[in-house]
């Protein structure tokens, strides 16, 4: 029997946000690999073998992953939201790339998920009702200068701004900085969005301006919301308007 | 009973994309409004009331929606891909700020829906592996100098670009000018992919480069994913590595 790999994005969190796509997937696959928490969120009906391992080992579970398909394996590597953003599919190409040639003629495919972003935005209303960018905050594997350019490039297109991985309990300043640098070129007054493991049980949505935004209540499991200078609040809710009457 | 009002995004196409909470929220509703091929989507087993309508009328549709909300309906508002990213979401909010103020208190939300960039991407590989931009290039809302302004500020970025609304039947001319844009900015060796109608019977994904797209083979179904300078091919697929070594 020949092998197969998937990369599913298992969306972040509750089941109501897997895909029937990603589900049939799993029910599917011999084996599932994945960072630990992820792998635990697999539903128990899927009768796959469980390969679980630590954050930061990323290229080896990919290696791993594509030596057991190569093998005969259908396997699953899981990751939260969608496998794309911010994700292992990345992790995923970037082994092949690197490994056994055979490698790249294997029965391989992305199985998309919903990325916490649009469950994030849907939770306040329609923040990304326009033109919009994404960018992770994190210095671990990009130059601080690489994103304080994107940042001031965000802001020159007067983009709403999303962003994954803002800050982790060791990394604080990047997101200090950031701030700074986004109240400077936006205004103070700009609508700004945490929210915090969304669809979770401890999930916290609040919508504040980037004057006020209170850096101590961003973690790892935040997506910033920031909005263009057209984003507003309207009732309980913020949208970024679909028309943009002026010239930038 | 009292009413409410969900915006509810049902994915690029195919019910493997159907959310099972938008599956739910399409089932306990007393109606279902959209543009006419989306209302058509909707599973034949939701037997909500159905009210289609042509496009270029989200506003009159969303006080419509609101209006049968506030007299008690459970009303979905549906969207293709995400309700959020140049869907019905931002006319939703637009007509609420518009209008009666009761309308501000209704029980209303958004559930979120997979958008067809991440399917699309997800068709060839992990080109959104690392920052990227989402606009659209229709000049029906915004000036034609904001979009020329916002491709700037995404190549000066180095931004993986992804467009939506690229062209269509009677709007060529704004293609051209972009790609021209993005030749000049970016390199014609650039790796460009145009999916279009994907998760559909019709679908049609090319993965060329900037250099050799072949506007004609654009259309309003069509999304268009430019890569960075880091975008790189590996066997059939395309990648933007995860890390970014040099500085900007």
């Known amino acids: 029997m020949s092998g197969w790999l998937r990369v599913v994005g298992l969306g972040p969190g509750p089941d109501k946000w897997l895909t029937p796509e990603a589900h049939d997937v799993l029910h599917a696959a011999t084996d599932i690999v994945g960072y630990i928490p992820y792998v635990e969120r697999v539903p128990a009906t899927a009768r796959a073998k469980r390969h679980a391992s630590d954050n930061r080992v990323e290229l080896e579970r990919a290696q791993q992953a594509l030596q057991a398909a190569a093998c005969g394996a259908r396997v699953a590597v899981v990751s939260g939201g969608d496998a794309g953003v911010f ?142 200078t057209k984003t507003r609040a309207v009732g309980r809710f913020v949208y970024t308007p679909r028309t943009y009457a002026e010239a930038l």
């Open 87 to 228: 994700g292992m599919a990345a992790a995923l190409f970037e082994a092949m790339e690197k490994g056994d040639a055979a490698w790249r003629v294997l029965d391989v495919a992305v199985v998309p998920g919903m990325t916490a972003l649009l469950a994030a935005a849907a939770r306040v209303g329609a923040p990304l009702g326009h033109d919009f960018c994404v960018i992770s905050l994190s210095d671990q594997r990009k130059p601080w200068s690489v994103i304080q350019l994107r940042l001031k490039a965000a802001c020159e297109g007067d983009f709403v701004l999303a962003v994954y991985n803002p800050a982790s309990s060791t990394r604080r300043e990047q997101l200090e900085a950031a701030l700074a640098q986004l109240r400077v070129a936006r205004g103070a007054d700009t609508v700004a969005v945490a929210a915090t493991s969304v669809g979770c049980k401890d999930e916290r949505v609040m919508v504040t301006t980037l004057g006020a935004l209170d850096a101590a209540q961003v973690n790892m499991r935040t997506l910033l919301i920031i909005g263009s």
